[in-house]
């Protein structure tokens, strides 16, 4: 290249344009013209223009330099390049006469390797001859060999029998391999298959026979266990020749026809199908109803049995590895899973289902089924798991509280129209070592539920808790509808009260309040057995049978109370009365005598009600004491009269207090005993001076806040020296001291209902014509 050439000529001959490197020196002078313009404008700049020239010559200078450089070593490379290319030339025209060679001898060769075919045909067509020559007396005398071994299997030479089996195949195998060497057709091929056809069929029936004797084994096994080891030695062959076979081929090569057998596997399959066939024939023994146990007892008996024989006897006949004891469990527990789930289907009674439910919670796991205890542990080894599901159990019992729901309820029906036909006797209720009245109802009823909770406990807790629970129910409806008996026994009576039977009614009613006491005391004692409150199972809300007996309770008592009204309600009509206070009319002794009857007979009540009786007795008597005087019927007319009223009502209290004695202070009574009200109103019309009654009707408010305005004008009106100033002073206090109700306090004067005075007739009377 010429260094003072035209921009982008070469200095060879013809010159080329490079267009790259003629812009490139465009733009060089272009930005050379632009920086001297700007540098050598000024003057001052002029002075330096030699050293602007020398450094430029030296930049020049240094580019020349480089680019020479680069040029050479260009240059060098490529001269490297062209001798390599002449070598390469060079080798490829030696390799191309070595190749041309070659094919001349491959050609020559080819008509030789044609003569060669002929020979290899001719030597594959003597091998197979030799090979058909040398097994001709085999595939001859395998038919014979068939022959023999099947008369060794139908005699059940087991032993002997696989050996010839083992050998005819391996005859068969070595035949095949012989020939598929020399390239065998398929003719040939079929017809070595035909001769070894007999081996199948050997195979299939000494499997037959072998699986027999598996299905057999346990009664085999008590006669002559020969058989059984024959069969398992057989199997474990088997199992040695397939697991050769397979590490042999383990790269992916075919198997002979028919492996592998997997007879071990087989074996354990056979079992299972001999324990399912022996069990299915001792399930086919059971009967419907009562036997039920006893078909579970003959499972029992038999699975213990063969237990013991496969312990004792096959186990000691099979390698350790078998584990044959865990199979048979397996199996049978299998068996009995499918069975009592069949059998939990069926519509079962309670017995039926307390049977299979102490057989498969108690019975199956207890060493009394498995017979030694390393059994049981053997059976928790295999993880069997439970012979019901827990959804499953949990139904059963349901379904056994149900049924026995169902008898309970029916007995209790019972119990009540006996207890109901007993009310209707002609004689007193019986009585206990204690005198108290009784019947045998409690006794029927409190029986009947501790045997089903007894037998249920034997079951579970769980089992327990639910005939408990179920229990209360039963309690709950059968005192509703005692109850209801008692509402129509008072109907009854009230009928016809002439009846001779009606003598006897109290005291079957003071019966029935001591037989709720007796049904109160099992009831708590159900409940206290109960170890874990639970759900409600037959309704949305928990079983009360204690507010079912209180309510019970308190109609018997209730009726009692009717019955001494009814009795006093005679003698309580000439009471309070004139010709009671001017003639002194026997009313209140003929009272005592009727009391004094009825509190004979409320002896006979347990306590608590015993005494409930006495109370609401001397409440009762009291109320209508009181409202007999609300009737007004004995108006004081003097000083005398009141005095006279008021020792009348001061000597009745003192014969009710008689009466009555022994009461007050026992257990827990009222707070405000009822008697004390007649004194209080013997001090009211006794009072002298009018004035006073103010006083003293503050007094009254204090102990009976629940007296009225009503009671009060009453208790005035029977005074009878009362002004209307004094009324209205003495209303004027009981309207300013009328304190609340306190807690506890039982109204009196609220039961008392003050008759309403007739309106005065305003009209003028004429005499009639």
């Known amino acids: 290249i010429k260094i003072g050439a035209e921009p982008g000529c070469w200095s060879n001959d013809k010159p080329h344009v490079w267009p790259e490197v003629a812009r490139a020196e465009l733009l060089a002078r272009g930005a050379a013209l632009k920086w001297a313009s700007g540098v050598f404008s000024r003057p001052e700049h002029l002075e330096r223009l030699g050293q602007y020239r020398k450094r430029e010559s030296q930049r020049t200078s240094s580019?020349?330099?480089?680019?020479?450089?680069?040029?050479?070593?260009?240059?060098?490379?490529?001269?490297?390049?062209?001798?390599?290319?002449?070598?390469?030339?060079?080798?490829?025209?030696?390799?191309?006469?070595?190749?041309?060679?070659?094919?001349?001898?491959?050609?020559?060769?080819?008509?030789?390797?044609?003569?060669?075919?002929?020979?290899?045909?001719?030597?594959?067509?003597?091998?197979?001859?030799?090979?058909?020559?040398?097994?001709?007396?085999?595939?001859?005398?395998?038919?014979?060999?068939?022959?023999?071994?099947?008369?060794?299997?139908?005699?059940?030479?087991?032993?002997?029998?696989?050996?010839?089996?083992?050998?005819?195949?391996?005859?068969?195998?070595?035949?095949?391999?012989?020939?598929?060497?020399?390239?065998?057709?398929?003719?040939d091929h079929a017809l070595?298959?035909?001769?070894?056809?007999?081996?199948?069929?050997?195979?299939?029936?000494?499997?037959?026979?072998?699986?027999?004797?598996?299905?057999?084994?346990?009664?085999?096994?008590?006669?002559?266990?020969?058989?059984?080891?024959?069969?398992?030695?057989?199997?474990?062959?088997e199992e040695a020749v397939d697991r050769a076979l397979l590490e042999e081929r383990g790269g992916g090569g075919p198997l002979p026809p028919g492996r592998p057998r997997c007879w071990r596997e087989r074996f354990f399959q056979v079992l299972e199908e001999a324990v399912s066939s022996r069990f299915r024939s001792?399930?086919?023994?059971?009967?419907?109803?009562?036997?039920?146990?006893?078909?579970?007892?003959a499972l029992q008996h038999a699975i213990t049995a063969d237990l013991a024989t496969v312990r004792h006897l096959l186990e000691q006949c099979v390698p350790e590895h078998y584990g044959l004891t865990g199979a048979y469990l397996r199996a049978s527990h299998q068996c009995l899973q499918t069975h009592l789930a069949l059998?939990?289907?069926?519509?079962?009674?309670?017995?039926?289902?307390?049977?299979?439910?102490?057989?498969?919670?108690?019975?199956?796991?207890?060493?009394?089924?498995?017979?030694?205890?390393?059994?049981?542990?053997?059976?928790?080894?295999?993880?069997?798991?439970?012979?019901?599901?827990?959804?499953?159990?949990?139904?059963?019992?349901?379904?056994?509280?149900?049924?026995?729901?169902?008898?309970?309820?029916?007995?209790?029906?019972?119990?009540?129209?006996?207890?109901l036909t007993d009310w209707q006797r002609d004689q007193e209720p019986d009585t206990d070592h204690e005198g108290f009245y009784h019947t045998c109802l409690p006794?029927?009823?409190?029986?009947?539920?501790?045997?089903?909770?007894?037998?249920?406990?034997?079951?579970?807790?769980?089992?327990?808790d639910q005939t408990i629970q179920m229990g209360l129910y039963e309690m709950e409806n059968l005192l509703n509808k005692f109850r209801e008996a008692l509402v129509e026994f008072g109907k009854e009576h009230r009928k016809d009260q002439?009846?001779?039977?009606?003598?006897?009614?109290?005291?079957?009613?003071?019966?029935?309040?001591?037989n709720c006491i007796v049904l109160k005391a099992s009831t708590e004692g159900?409940?206290?057995?109960?170890?874990?409150?639970?759900?409600?199972?037959?309704?949305?809300?928990?079983?009360?049978?204690?507010?079912?007996?209180?309510?019970?309770?308190?109609?018997?008592?209730?009726?009692?109370?009717?019955?001494?009204?009814?009795?006093?309600?005679?003698?309580?009509?000439?009471?309070?009365?004139?010709?009671?206070?001017?003639?002194?009319?026997?009313?209140?002794?003929?009272v005592c005598r009727v009391l004094e009857r009825h509190l004979e007979l409320y002896v006979r009540v347990r306590p608590?009600?015993?005494?409930?009786?006495?109370?609401?007795?001397?409440?009762?008597?009291?109320?209508?004491?009181?409202?007999?005087?609300m009737h007004k019927r004995t108006v004081c007319r003097s000083a005398g009269e009141r005095l006279q009223l008021a020792q009348r009502i001061a000597q009745d209290d003192l014969q009710l207090r008689e009466l009555f004695t022994g009461l007050e202070g026992e257990g827990s009574g009222p707070e405000v005993n009822p008697l004390a009200l007649l004194p209080v109103l013997a001090d009211f019309i006794r009072l002298k001076d009018p004035c006073m009654l103010s006083l003293e009707v503050s007094g009254v408010v204090i102990k009976y806040p629940d007296i009225s305005e009503e009671h009060v004008c009453v208790l005035l009106d029977i005074r009878g020296d009362v002004s209307r100033d004094v009324r209205g002073a003495v209303l004027d206090v009981l309207e300013q001291s009328a304190p609340p109700l306190p807690a506890g306090y039982r109204p009196i004067f609220t039961d008392i209902l003050v008759p309403t005075s007739p309106m005065p007739f305003c009209l003028p009377t004429a005499k009639c014509a």
Not at 282 to 293: D, E, N, Q
Not at 498 to 514: D, V
């Open 608 to 629: 608590p009600c015993q005494q409930r009786l006495q109370e609401e007795a001397q409440w009762m008597l009291v109320v209508e004491y009181v409202r007999a005087l």
């Open 498 to 514: 002439n009846n001779s039977q009606n003598k006897l009614y109290l005291h079957y009613l003071l019966a029935s309040i001591s």
């Open 343 to 419: 059998v939990s289907s069926w519509e079962l009674e309670s017995g039926e289902i307390f049977a299979v439910l102490n057989w498969v919670i108690h019975i199956y796991n207890s060493p009394d089924m498995m017979g030694e205890p390393e059994l049981v542990a053997e059976m928790k080894s295999q993880e069997l798991g439970p012979l019901i599901s827990p959804e499953s159990l949990e139904k059963l019992q349901k379904k056994y509280v149900q049924s026995v729901r169902k008898r309970v309820s029916e007995w209790m029906h019972k119990a009540l129209e006996v207890e």
């Open 443 to 464: 006794t029927i009823i409190t029986q009947m539920l501790e045997d089903n909770v007894r037998v249920a406990l034997m079951i579970g807790e769980s089992l327990r």
């Open 192 to 237: 070595v298959l035909h001769y070894f056809s007999g081996v199948g069929r050997l195979v299939e029936a000494l499997g037959q026979e072998i699986w027999a004797v598996v299905s057999s084994s346990l009664a085999l096994a008590r006669q002559n266990p020969t058989p059984f080891v024959s069969a398992v030695r057989i199997v474990e062959r």
């Open 282 to 297: 001792v399930s086919y023994m059971h009967t419907r109803g009562p036997g039920l146990a006893g078909h579970l007892s």
């Open 63 to 187: 580019i020349h330099t480089r680019l020479k450089s680069v040029v050479q070593s260009y240059l060098e490379g490529v001269g490297w390049g062209l001798r390599l290319l002449q070598e390469s030339r060079v080798e490829l025209g030696d390799a191309s006469r070595a190749l041309q060679k070659a094919v001349s001898e491959s050609d020559h060769n080819a008509e030789v390797v044609c003569s060669m075919e002929t020979l290899r045909e001719l030597s594959c067509s003597h091998c197979q001859l030799l090979a058909t020559v040398s097994n001709l007396p085999r595939l001859y005398s395998v038919r014979s060999m068939v022959a023999e071994t099947e008369r060794l299997v139908e005699s059940r030479r087991l032993l002997e029998a696989h050996a010839r089996l083992m050998e005819l195949e391996c005859w068969q195998d070595d035949i095949l391999w012989q020939l598929s060497g020399a390239a065998l057709s398929r003719e």
């Open 526 to 590: 159900l409940q206290r057995q109960q170890s874990s409150p639970t759900a409600c199972l037959y309704s949305r809300t928990p079983p009360n049978p204690m507010a079912a007996l209180d309510r019970a309770v308190r109609r018997a008592c209730r009726l009692a109370m009717d019955q001494l009204l009814l009795e006093l309600q005679p003698v309580l009509q000439g009471l309070l009365s004139r010709p009671w206070l001017a003639q002194g009319n026997p009313s209140t002794p003929m």
